[in-house]
Structures are given as C-alpha cells and as structure tokens.
C-alpha cells in the first residue's frame, strides 16, 4: 500500500547557501522516500537553484579531472614545455567546460526521466524532479571527484575503483528514491523511469560508434596500412 505524503516539508531549511548545504548532505544521508518528498516539496525547490549547483558540481569535476590528469602526466615524465602547456590548458579550460557540460546534462536526464515517469502515470514535473536530483549530483560528484584523484596514484586506483563503482549504484538508487517520491507511484515504475532512458542511451551510443566505425573503418585501416608499410624497410 503506498505511503501518501504530506506536502508540508517535515524539517525547516535555512534560506539561502546554508539552506543550500543542509539539502545535499539530507539528499546523501537520508535515503529514503520521505526525504526527497521534503526536498522537492520545500519553498526552495526552483529551477534555477538546482541549475546553480549543478554549475557548482561542473567545476568542481572539472578541477578534479584537471588535477588527475596533472598528476598523472607528472608520474608518466611528462615534463616537456608542450606537456605544462596542456596540464595547464586542462586545468583552466575542464571546469569551464564542465560548468556548461554538467547542467545541460542534468536537464537533459531530468527531462528524460520525468518525460517516461509521466508514461507510467507519475504525477511529478521537470521543475518538482530536477531540484532532488541535482542536490544528489553535487555531493556525489564531490566524492567521486575525490576518487578519481586518489585513482590518480598508482596501485591505489585499482582500490578506488571498487569505490567508484559503489557510488554510482548509490547514485542510480537515489535518483530512483527521488524519481518514486516525486511521482508518488510504484517502485517498479521509478525504477522503469530511470534505467530505461539509460539504456536507451546507451544503445544509442553504442550504435553511433558502430555506424561511425564501419562508416571510418576503411579509412583508419588504409592509414594503418601506409604506416605500416613506411616501417618496412
């Protein structure tokens, strides 16, 4: 029988960034239905906001992946000019990439997810259901980012990636919690709403990679032939 939820938030939020801080470690360390009701349903809950952090998320990502691939180069020996001049680029240009990349993603899955929620009868919105997941996203993206550091160092990456992988599940298991408790239906349906548009992407991926390498095949294995050839003497 399914619980019926009140639209008065349970615990007050505080306005503002503290409010702000207070939301993501609830959506992190609360996983349960009633916290994302509470999330979604606060006077906080706006478009903007969630868009905010997940710019916020961007550039934290991209310093990460910037300081990895840094530290990385580093241990491999590349000390070249043309090597500080990428580690350079990177660390700059990633978080600002991210920063766009990042938001665009988290309206893209959000609309995805709420457009097959709304197939199955949920009774949520974009605007209900992209504030939960992006007070996910942040925190999340902060610990993985911290991984992929670590993952960074040889010998304790192979470790870390157990971690990462945990993550992501956790990741996937809350953003469920949170597609179910915006739609107030099933959890068959929540989970439906999630993994389905994931798959699909998925194989829509894997099937532009198929058509662009049989598209390229003939061309990257004449390249390789030319090469090949050259090396002979």
């Known amino acids: 029988m399914e619980q019926m939820p009140s639209n008065t938030p349970v615990t007050e939020s505080k306005p503002g960034p503290a409010g702000w ?3 993501w470690i609830m959506a992190v360390t609360k996983p349960n239905e009633q916290t994302f009701i509470e999330i979604s349903e606060s006077p906080d809950a706006k478009v903007q906001t969630a868009l905010i952090w997940a710019v916020i998320a961007g550039l934290i990502s991209g310093i990460m992946l910037g300081i990895g691939f840094a530290i ?4 491999q020996g590349g000390g070249s000019s043309n090597d500080m001049g990428t580690i350079a680029l990177l660390i700059c240009g990633m ?9 665009i993603g988290l309206s893209f899955s959000t ?5 097959v929620a709304k197939l199955f009868g949920g009774v949520g919105s974009f605007e209900k259901l992209i504030y939960p997941l992006s007070a996910i996203t942040l925190p999340i993206t902060i610990v993985s980012g ?3 550091l670590l993952s960074s ?11 990462s992988f945990a993550i992501s599940i956790y990741a996937t298991a809350l953003n469920i919690m949170a597609v179910k408790a915006v739609n107030r239906f099933d959890w068959g349906k929540a989970i439906g709403s999630v993994l389905i548009p994931a798959f699909a ?14 598209i390229l095949g003939p061309a990257i294995a004449n390249t390789f032939n030319q090469i090949n050839q050259g090396l002979v003497p």
């Open 146 to 148: 911290i991984f992929s």
């Open 72 to 75: 990385q180069s580093l241990i």
């Open 111 to 115: 609309a995805l997810f709420q457009w």
């Open 95 to 103: 978080p600002i990439a991210m920063a766009i990349i990042n938001p």
């Open 201 to 214: 992407i998925g194989i829509f991926c894997g099937c532009v990679v198929f058509i662009g390498l049989m």
């Open 153 to 163: 160092i040889p010998i304790v990456g192979v470790c870390i990636s157990f971690f």
């Open 21 to 23: 801080v207070q939301t």
